[in-house]
């Protein structure tokens, strides 16, 4: 009786691949016109200039293709489970990009941690572990700017360029507040509101407990979750 023939990971190569890079599909996003996976970073980098799947052609929107991406959760875990070693290789090439990144906009070069990026660390909700919550569960927001012509200071509250992040479901209210500040460069003592379905959420809410409590929509229509922010209104 003749043993079964094992599979090598290059016979899947096909399946796991990005059509766009060539290399192994990281953090797999699918178009849902066509069906068509490609890595998340190439998929959204190539509908910067184009509206069309960057396989098979298709338009995927008319004005904004990034509503029809989907994440594959599933074949990621595929994908790792295949190929030995690549979520570590991945995670340290992330925190890596983000720590450089992080040094570059503050005017400062690779090398021994300065003391600002001490203090970013004591910033994260995990106490600063350096770590960034790369490995913990990620959601996708959609920070949309409140416009109200009755709102003193909308004249510096702006939309942004790219209003979707994705971000750990540990990041506070708090922390996006910070993160829109330092986007649209405004002064420290400005204060914003970021509101869910209408609602102004407490700094320190989470956005796992704005998910599960505040946004109502479920199914394939709940992603991205919408925060929208505006200048804080005082009603004192």
């Known amino acids: 009786m003749t043993s079964p023939r094992k599979h090598l990971v290059k016979d899947f190569n096909h399946f796991i691949t990005c059509y ?5 599909l990281i953090k797999p996003t699918t178009v849902t016109e066509c069906l068509h996976t490609f890595c998340k970073s190439c ?4 509908f910067e200039d184009s509206n069309d799947c960057p396989k098979c052609g298709i338009q995927v929107h008319e004005t904004n293709p ?4 989907r994440l594959d959760n599933t074949l990621e875990e595929i994908i790792f489970k295949l190929v030995p070693g690549l979520r570590e ?3 340290q090439q992330e925190i890596e990009f983000w720590r450089s990144r992080k040094l570059k906009e503050n005017g400062e070069e690779d090398g021994p941690r300065s003391k600002r990026s001490r203090l970013d660390d004591d910033d994260d909700d995990d106490g600063g572990d350096g ?17 109200n012509k009755s709102l003193v200071g909308e004249n510096i509250v702006k939309g942004l360029m790219k209003k979707f992040i994705r971000c750990s479901t540990r990041v506070t209210v708090g ?16 204060e914003l509101d970021v509101l869910c379905n209408g609602e102004i959420m407490g700094k320190d809410h989470t956005m796992e407990f704005i998910y599960m409590t505040r946004w109502r929509l479920r199914g394939e229509t709940a992603y991205p979750m919408v925060l929208e922010y505006r200048p804080r209104i005082d009603f004192g």
């Not at 998929?43 to 190539?46: A, I, K």
């Not at 770590?131 to 416009?147: E, F, G, M």
């Open 89 to 91: 290789k991945e995670q």
């Open 175 to 190: 922390t996006i507040k910070k993160f829109l500040s330092l986007k649209l460069k405004l002064p420290s003592s400005y």
């Open 20 to 24: 766009v890079c060539k290399g192994y």
């Open 66 to 69: 990034l509503e029809m991406l």
């Open 131 to 147: 770590d960034y919550h790369r490995s913990d569960p990620q959601i996708a927001i959609c920070l949309d700017c409140l416009l």
């Open 43 to 46: 998929v959204v980098q190539h």
